[in-house]
């Protein structure tokens, strides 16, 4: 995974580049109460399905949430479909692109 200190919103863009594509993200960007008070909460989705979701004072700081559970999910699911292809070639349907 991504070392420390690396920016989350950029890893899972390079990741995203290796695999659906940058245009499969999308992201929902909210403000609930008072502007000057009010948490931000983002969600990150892949291909239409949440992939992570954060909260943070600053839009920036709950993106960055988001897009580290979201990294986490992909590089999670691309590992899986790695090995079930490294296990069984022959059964695994790769249609990454959506």
Known sequence: ????????????????????GTAALRWECQQFGPQHTAPWTVVAYINGVEYGRGQGHT?????ERAANMAYSGLFAE????????????????????M
Request: glycine content about 4%; hydrophobic content about 40%.
């Open 1 to 20: 995974m991504a070392a420390n200190g690396d920016h989350w919103r950029l890893q899972l863009n390079n990741l995203l580049q290796r695999s659906y």
């Open 78 to 97: 691309l590992s899986r479909i790695m090995s079930s292809l490294i296990s069984n070639p022959l059964s695994v349907n790769l249609n990454l692109s």
């Open 59 to 63: 839009q920036g700081d709950a993106k």
